[in-house]
């Protein structure tokens, strides 16, 4: 998370994310090789941020953008020199500090600019503030690691190329960005809730960067039923972290959590957001109606006092306005548990061709589960097994493997 916030900083100084992004990996790299032998710094972040600010400042005076009037930061530079301060250093810094906002927030709006196609900001987006690589990312969109691979250097060379000024959105150009802005921080919220690959069944650290945009870009965004609603989301989801994860690490699904351990102050929080965004009055989105649904579970005092019903009538609500097969995976949950595993199997089993699907660990490992309610033991375990050959989380691995040992539902 630091690398995004270097990379912010670098990319406001350069107006130009890629070099921002390869000086940031500079400064890590020389951490790196010499805190073995010096030790690392009592303020490690400012010091990284210290030394990549020394190397964007070497290319500014190596470009002479000083000399430029393309920017704000530019025009502020030359004031400065005209005021009789030659040190290009203290006119930066003072650009900077005068600079007020938040550097990260306005980096996801300059990898979300409109002259970007929308795959495009996703992957750039998720690349520079989440610090995720192009294997997490291909594994959130479920498409090959190149294509992702292709898309982020597309995206640097058009920001550079289309000379885009790192600034928020004006009001009457927001609209058109926001809901690319909120797939970013959805996506990289996810990542760190249910982490796609290595030993970790949580990454908190993205959870609480995508949380903290979320809740900014609430503040400046108050008429935005959707804003409201992915926050009111992530809290609630947020306020279940103590619970999912046991003393060795190992994930503990929904029904099995003990519920005293949720943050009640994030329910709390979520569920205002969630008011905030049906006093709108402009109906709920996408994200509303998945905090609507992660609401049904925070009000529920026990998992056997869960208003599946409403669950599911609100995923059919979802599949009607955002058709997807994830969505109806996710539906296909709701109607087992509010109807029966039959019911939940028959939406199953017409997505077992979906390409989109393909690779996707989640299908068979709730196909597993259905089956395993039905008693149908034998065809659970392979499909248990099956799920944990594609997932690339060593935790979610290690569970699907031991549910498929027991073929015990959970």
């Not at 690779?359 to 597993?368: A, D, E, K, N, T």
């Not at 392979?382 to 799920?387: D, G, I, N, S, T």
């Amino acid at each position: 998370m630091e690398s995004a916030k270097i990379i912010a900083v670098l990319a406001r100084m350069l107006r130009d994310v890629g070099p921002a992004e390869e000086l940031a990996q500079d400064a890590l790299v020389q951490a790196l090789e010499r805190w073995p032998d010096t030790g690392v710094p009592d303020q490690p972040a400012a010091w990284l941020m210290a030394v990549a600010k020394n190397r964007a400042l070497d290319l500014l005076r190596h470009r002479q953008m000083h000399q430029e009037k393309e920017s704000q930061i530019s025009y502020e530079i030359d004031l400065q020199l005209q005021a009789a301060a030659p040190d290009l250093e203290a006119a930066v810094e003072n650009a900077l500090d005068n600079d007020i906002g938040d550097d990260l927030l306005r980096l996801v709006f300059v990898a979300c600019h409109p002259v970007l196609p929308t795959d495009g900001r996703v992957a750039l987006t998720l690349r520079l503030l989440g610090g995720l690589s192009t294997d997490e990312i291909a594994r959130a969109f479920l498409v090959p690691e190149k294509t992702v691979a292709q898309r982020i250097v597309r995206a640097k060379r058009t920001l550079s190329e289309a000379k885009v000024p790192f600034e928020a959105p004006r009001t009457h150009e927001l609209g058109e960005r926001l809901a690319s802005v909120l797939q970013v921080i959805y996506l990289i919220y996810n990542e760190g809730y249910s982490a796609s690959a290595g030993a970790d069944w949580m990454r908190p650290a993205l959870c609480e960067e995508a949380l903290r945009l979320g809740r900014i870009l609430a503040e400046l965004t108050p008429d935005e039923p959707e804003v409201h609603g992915l926050v009111a989301l992530m809290e609630i989801q947020s306020s279940r972290a103590r619970a999912r994860v046991g003393p060795k690490g190992e994930p503990i699904l929904l029904m099995e959590q003990d519920r005293t351990r949720w943050d009640q102050l994030l329910i709390r929080r979520g569920l205002a957001a969630l008011a905030r965004a049906e006093r709108t009055g402009r109906g709920l989105g996408p994200y509303g109606l998945q905090a609507a649904i992660a609401a049904c579970h925070a009000r529920a005092r026990r998992g056997a006092d869960t208003d599946w019903q409403r669950i599911a009538a609100l995923y059919d609500a979802l599949a009607q306005l955002s058709p997807s097969p994830i969505v109806e995976l996710n539906r296909a949950v709701a109607l087992s548990m509010a109807y029966g595993p039959q019911a939940g199997l028959e939406v199953v089993d017409g997505l077992m061709d979906a390409p989109a699907l393909k690779s996707y660990h989640l299908l068979p490992s709730v196909r597993g589960d259905l089956l395993a309610r039905l008693g149908r033991t034998a065809e659970a375990r392979l499909e248990f097994e099956r799920a944990a050959a594609l997932t690339h989380n060593e935790r979610e691995r290690q569970l699907l493997l031991a549910r498929a040992q027991n073929g015990v539902s959970s």
